[in-house]
């Protein structure tokens, strides 16, 4: 069996997932540039009052089953609240491997004060994901071309679906069938109404 060389991973606090994630999942799982996408639900160190990581892992878990996508790989034990650990945790697995970091355009900002990026970002390449309503900042993208071996846009945008949106009771056909019914099965987001049903 060929040892994967080319992995995109695709870390996201998932809280819950949306449909948004599920196309940028999609759309890395069908670029022939990778040979394995590996996901990952993972605690932000930047948000406060996150629903239990077991939850979000097992959400998108459910997402990622919905895709049916052979390429797309859920790996709970990439989850750390550093991305500079979950890559250093990748290149044990896969040291010959090239590795890209799937990012959210609204990301973009914070990469300068991620933990230990000067050390993280030349270690990987970059695909950015253009998100609607968000620009790409262009000091940010700057500091990204300088650090990281390759920064390339990605020929997609999604949509402005937020988990955020979600949590404040809006939203509810952003998220898949499969998720909703988690989230029903498991009393999550009791604050929120979700339907009884799936759309």
Sequence with gaps: MTVPQRLALFGTSADPPTLAHAQIIRWLAQEDEFDQVLVWAADNPMKTGQTPLEHRM????????ELGEPKVRLVPELSHRFTRVS???????????????????????QLPRWHQAEELFPQVEVVIIPRTGYTLAPAALD???????????????????????FREGQCFEELSPGVQAYIREHGLYQEVQVPASSR
């Design 143 to 165: 500091w990204l071309h300088q650090h990281s071996p390759r920064v390339r846009i990605a020929p997609i945008t999604v949509p402005d679906w937020s988990s955020r949106a």
């Design 58 to 65: 097992a959400m998108l878990e459910r997402l990622v089953q």
């Design 87 to 109: 890559v250093a945790r990748v290149k044990e697995q896969y040291p010959q491997a090239t590795i890209t970091l799937a990012l959210g355009a609204d990301l973009l900002p």
